[in-house]
């Protein structure tokens, strides 16, 4: 176990700084030059020239990759080239929003997805199975930022029932705060309940048919007994793997989430870095994004280790 | 004999009679929908009643009429030439982004699951890299190496899906390669790129149009995301997640504005997504939740 | 019961109550297929005493697994069961979960065809062989895995400790058919239904495993339905056998009378298929002409096996035959059953 932990953990490790390496140099590649971009119509070259002494924009590639890799992980993650304010110290107040909205996603779309699984494949072929499968396939065929402005207009803007967007401090009251994450968190979980439920759904279906079922009924163990420890760890199995790869979806699914509700968070500051072309905000936040979605990659990994005892000793 | 114990039954799906003909004929609406999609999208110049760029011809945020049948944006302009115009950039984009996936993806599959070794394992850590992003980020970093256009889109997206459409047909390939009859073909004599195109590529093409097809439906979802963000085709173009884009705040005056362009979206997405089923039921029953791209 | 449990230290016990006898009445079984209810099992009767081994032999799709896993219980819920049950002395309605449900496993284990497929992959030997108990009969975890090793150890399984926590992949096919048996008797039961155990295992692991059966029923006085395709599997195992064709028992007999006298011509084929010692080394094997019968062609009409059978008579393709006893044994064909005769030709 701890060997596979460690292949994991350093595959993962691996990927990171691969994928630096490639947000870096992308951003590299970019054409339109910033500095001219910054100073649109007032160029001067003493300020240019001054200004790249200063960025550091004026070295090798290869030592400012050096340079940027070793200051972030002091973290020194610059400065904007638009606000001018520290990119780290904007990131450290974004990211706890944007990981309260993914948190709570994951949760409701959980809450949702888990009972409506298990009992469409309970009663497989009746009401609530219908029901289920075309309530999901309904929401995999929209767009979720179109889901969040139905939200915005029928629950926020006619019915007033709860705030249409914007962020509500949680220093500032608790309830408030929760009140305005409620749609947001609604927007990010229903794509992925719908995935989660479809394919609880089928993999429950098709576990129940295995023979190591029908054993442990044969040794009396309760209908509930048999569902909960036997049908539902082995139906979880494929569920992980589809998790791992929502996961990208996911963060996707916030970024998008954010800009529909005006929410200050990560994703709000990385679309803004990109439509300014702000490189170091942009490469910080890509970084960032690129380092969570690893992360919990190499956790989905792991959880599938505990899940699958078979996993852990292949490669 | 191994009659299986099964408290959850599969539910048996057999129907005869008129009930399977009215079945089947339902299961041809679909591909109808999206042949219509499709010639909206060739022929919109032709069928707009109204010039969908023209500002203020009529007067802005009125309802349906007999005039605008879905009524008029915050410009004045007719949405429901919009909508028929930003057919061309939603469908068109799918239809690039597919048939662009499948010619870079499918050769490159048949060469790395045929030649396996240094190339598939080179090709396989490409994949790797590219998916070890998130897709939306690759979409937005792309947005910026080039200028947002829907040609940006369409090669963003495409960068996207063929590290999956490599990695699907490669696999099949290599399910393929151990039948009986590609050795029997191989001890006939066939050459590699016979072998491929003459007798993998056929076997496999089912499997590879289910692809096409989930590429197809995660396009139009993609485009419409990244139009959304202000990434994708420009003013005074508009695809259908821009046009939503543009509506956003008009939900209380105008909610045709979010409906029309959304339900046009569902539309296109779930016929793709049934006829992609239905291939996959016809190829095999056992294959149900597919693969997934996702940006 | 659960006191015997309680001192684990002694060795494990199994019934000598001789009250724990199993009948089968009518018990008739069907599916639903294309035209309405299919029937697989038609009226089969069976006793079971304690500590006797019986086999139940048959072709596939000869209804003798079915019938077995209907007695469990086992089959999909859409599954039409009927016929009388009586376990130990009491009525136990065949048709429902909640009544079968007390016999699954504490008094009626099982023991399946597939060793591989037949474990959860994904949790360890011990704690499949104590679930059960623990949850169910409020046996103590430590307890129960004490248990659990003790039956291990029985079943032939070196460091049982160790196993314990060890996943089905780790072991051979073999071994996991003895963890199969050993997971079986944990509540002690007092019968064991062995669904081929064998098939999926090579020659020298099958007579192993036969082996081990045959000495626990001997030590435990456990009573064992062995469901087998393979008379030569039977002949140094079972007391009795039934012999089943198209979802009928078609003869029933002491096994060592079956073997060299069988009544049924299809009992004679199948013994002809087999290889036997105590014949001419050169002696060509006679496999059974034609094909097995598929239950939806099974009619009162005619006898199930006439079309394959070298003796079918006139009357054979009228009518089928009723079990009817004959001697210590019962037998349905109109050639031996009906007259009552064994004619000596039938005997090879």
Not at chain 1, 153 to 168: D, E, N, R, T, W
Not at chain 1, 170 to 178: E, H, P, T
């Amino acid at each position: 176990m701890l060997a596979f932990i460690l292949r994991r953990v350093g595959g993962g490790l691996a990927t990171l700084i691969l994928s630096s390496l490639v947000v870096f140099s992308v951003i590299h590649l970019v054409p339109g030059d910033p500095i001219a971009t910054a100073m649109g119509t007032d160029y001067n070259p003493a300020v240019d020239r001054a200004l790249r002494q200063l960025y550091g924009l004026n070295r090798p590639l290869v030592v400012q990759y050096w340079d940027w890799l070793t200051s972030l992980l002091r973290g020194n993650f610059g400065y904007s080239l638009t606000t001018k304010t520290s990119v780290w110290s904007e990131l450290s107040q974004r990211m706890p929003r944007t990981l309260i909205l993914l948190a709570g996603g994951v949760v409701i779309s959980l809450v949702i997805a888990v009972p409506a699984g298990i009992l469409a494949a309970r009663f497989a072929g009746g009401v609530i199975d219908r029901l289920v499968v075309v309530l999901t396939s309904s929401v995999l065929s929209v767009p979720q930022f179109w889901v969040g402005l139905l939200l915005i207009g029928f629950i926020g803007v006619k019915m007033q029932l709860l705030p249409a967007g914007g962020y509500y401090p949680f220093s500032a009251g608790v309830g408030q705060a929760i009140k305005g994450l409620i749609l947001p968190w609604i927007t990010i979980a229903l794509p992925m309940s719908a995935f989660i439920a479809r394919t609880l759904r089928s993999s429950m279906m098709d576990v129940v048919s295995q023979n190591y079922v029908r054993t442990a009924r044969s040794r009396g163990l309760s209908e509930r007994s048999v569902v909960m420890t036997h049908v539902l760890r082995n139906a979880s199995i494929p569920v992980t793997t589809v998790v791992g790869l929502e996961i990208g979806g996911l963060l996707g699914g916030a970024i998008i989430v954010e800009q529909v509700f005006s929410y200050p968070g990560m994703g709000n500051y990385m679309v803004n870095a990109v439509l300014r072309r702000d490189y170091p905000v942009l490469q910080a936040s890509a970084l960032l994004f690129t380092f969570g979605f690893i992360l919990v990659n190499v956790v989905v990994d792991l959880v599938y280790g505990v899940l699958d005892p078979r996993i852990r000793v292949s490669r | 004999m191994t009659a299986t114990a099964g408290v959850l039954p599969l539910a048996a799906h057999r129907r005869r009679g008129f009930a399977s003909r009215v079945r089947k004929l339902f299961g041809l609406v679909p591909f109808a929908i999206l042949l219509v999609a499709v010639l909206v999208a060739i022929f919109a110049p032709e069928l707009v009643p109204a010039d969908p760029n023209k500002v203020g011809s009529a007067a802005p945020l009125v309802g349906p009429s007999a005039a605008h049948w879905l009524g008029t944006d915050s410009l004045g302009r007719d949405e429901f030439s919009r909508l028929l115009m930003g057919t061309r950039i939603s469908v068109g984009t799918a239809v690039a982004v597919t048939v662009l996936c499948m010619l870079i993806g499918v050769p490159l599959g048949l060469l790395g699951g045929y030649l396996r070794g240094a190339v598939d394992f080179t090709l396989g850590r490409l994949a790797d890299l590219i998916l070890s992003f998130p897709g939306i980020l690759l979409a937005l970093v792309l947005s910026t190496v080039l200028t947002p256009s829907a040609r940006t889109v369409i090669i963003a997206l495409t960068v996207i899906y063929i590290p999956t459409a490599y990695r699907f047909v490669r696999g099949a390939v290599l399910a393929e390669m151990t039948r009986g009859y590609v050795q029997g073909a191989r001890a006939a004599g066939a050459g590699p790129i016979r072998l491929m195109v003459r007798h993998v590529l056929p076997n496999i093409s089912s499997p590879v149009l289910v692809l096409a097809s989930s590429v197809a439906a995660f396009s139009v979802l993609a485009e419409a995301a990244l139009s959304f963000l202000g990434f994708g085709a420009q003013p005074p173009l508009a695809s259908w997640g821009k046009l939503l884009s543009d509506s956003t705040t008009l939900f209380s005056i105008a909610p045709l504005l979010v409906l029309a362009p959304g339900l046009a979206i569902g539309l296109v997405v779930v016929c793709l997504n049934l006829v992609g089923d239905r291939m996959r039921d016809r190829l095999d029953p056992r294959l149900r939740s597919g693969t997934r791209v996702g940006v | 019961m659960v006191m015997a449990i309680a001192n684990s230290r002694a060795p494990v016990q199994g019934k000598f109550d001789g009250a724990r006898r199993l009948e089968l009445q009518g018990l008739t079984v069907g599916f639903p297929g294309a035209q309405g209810y299919t029937t697989v099992v038609h009226d089969l009767d069976m006793q079971v005493a304690p500590g006797e081994r019986i086999a139940i032999v048959g072709e596939s799709g000869s209804g003798k697994s079915v019938s077995m896993m209907a007695l469990l219980g086992l089959l999909q819920p859409n599954a039409r069961i009927s016929g009388r049950l009586r376990y130990a002395g009491r009525d136990v309605d065949i048709s429902s979960q909640r009544a079968l449900r007390p016999l699954r496993g504490s008094e009626i284990g099982m023991v399946f065809q597939d060793p591989m497929s037949s474990l959860n992959p994904t949790m360890t030997v011990g704690r499949q062989m104590v679930q059960a108990l623990v949850k169910h009969r409020g046996v103590g975890r430590r307890q129960a895995l004490d248990r659990a090793e003790q039956l291990l150890e029985q079943v032939g399984i070196r460091n049982p400790r160790e196993r314990l926590t060890q996943y089905p992949h780790e072991f051979s096919g073999g071994m996991r058919q003895r963890i199969m048996i050993a997971a079986a008797l944990m509540p002690e039961p007092a019968m064991l239904i062995a669904d081929e155990p064998t098939t999926a295992l090579d020659v020298t692991v099958q007579r192993q495993i036969l082996l081990l059966l045959r000495s626990l029923s001997e030590n435990l006085g456990l009573s064992i339905v062995l469901i087998t395709h393979d008379l030569a599997v039977v002949a140094n195992f079972a007391q009795r056998a039934y012999v089943m064709y198209a979802g009928r028992v078609v003869e029933e007999r002491d096994l060592e009378g079956m073997l060299n006298t069988p009544r049924h011509p299809y009992t004679s084929g199948l013994l002809s298929c087999v290889p036997r010692l105590d014949r001419p080394r050169d002696e060509p094997l006679h496999p059974i002409p034609g094909r097995p019968i598929r239950p939806d062609e099974v009619t009162a009409g005619a006898c199930s096996f006439a079309p394959r059978c070298p003796h079918a008579m006139e009357h054979c393709r009228e009518e089928q035959p009723k079990l009817v006893r004959v001697g210590d044994g019962a037998v349905s064909c109109w050639l031996n059953g009906a007259t009552g005769l064994a004619p000596a030709g039938l005997d090879r």
